[in-house]
């Protein structure tokens, strides 16, 4: 049997390489070049894996199941936002590989029955001193994960009973531990929003990775405006 050549093929450019010839695999979730010499495929012809650890990262950062609010003042930066779609996907799938294709906090793994994927997430370090705002972590959770991880969000949505219920289940904390956790989460989170960061990713470029330029504060300002009207 021939062995297949991979594509990387982001969402957004699927219809065009489906039209160039590519195919899709539905056991392994992948583009492949049905024969080789294929010109026409090239520009999805895989790039070199990413580092299992990126350069810097601190794979201990932020362990558990906890509230992790991104000021206001910092929206619309983090590091999908500043990368290319097909980097982003080489992010998601070394991030979501590494961890054997579960969650790193509860172990669930992915179900579309229930609507449930693994998706990537950014743990964050602040330095109120030099208000840097500095990628150190990427780690894999799951939809109900990343949802009560994203708090603010799931309030906006409607889900914050369910997000609550979700910590409560994962940590086993109590109801009003919970909820002191919550309220000093948001504590926090208003004392950053009243800063402007500035944007380190030092974790991308360190391993070859350019992010386009970040929006500004101002720009970031508006968007948070728009969001939340």
């Known amino acids: 049997m021939v062995e297949r050549i991979w594509l990387e093929v982001s969402y957004g450019q699927k219809d065009d390489a489906k039209a160039a010839g590519a195919r899709w695999d539905p056991q392994a979730r992948r583009w492949y070049a049905p ?30 199941l906890f509230v992790d609010l991104v000021p206001a003042s910092c929206w619309f930066t983090n590091a999908r936002s500043c990368l290319i779609e097909r980097d982003w996907d080489r992010v998601r799938q070394m991030v979501v590989g590494r961890a054997g294709e579960a969650c790193e906090v509860c172990g669930a793994r992915r179900d579309a029955t229930v609507q449930r994927w693994l998706e990537v997430h950014e743990r964050w370090a602040y330095d ?14 799951c ?8 708090f603010g969000l799931a309030q906006l949505q409607g889900r ?8 409560l289940a994962v940590t086993g904390l109590s109801q009003e531990q919970v909820a002191r956790h919550i309220a000093d989460a948001f504590e926090v989170w208003r004392s950053r929003s009243r800063m402007t960061w500035a944007l380190d990713l030092r974790l991308l470029t360190g391993a070859g990775l350019m992010p386009a330029p970040p929006p500004t504060a101002e720009q970031r300002r508006l968007a948070g405006r728009e969001a939340t009207t």
């Open 35 to 64: 024969r080789p010499g294929m010109t026409a495929l090239d520009p999805w012809l895989p790039l070199a894996p990413l580092p299992e650890v990126l350069p810097g990262e601190d794979r201990t950062l932020g362990s558990g």
């Open 128 to 141: 109120d001193g030099t208000r840097v705002q500095a990628l150190r972590r990427l780690i894999c959770l």
């Open 143 to 150: 939809t109900d994960c990343h949802k009560t991880t994203h």
């Open 160 to 167: 914050d009973a369910a997000a609550r219920a979700h910590l």
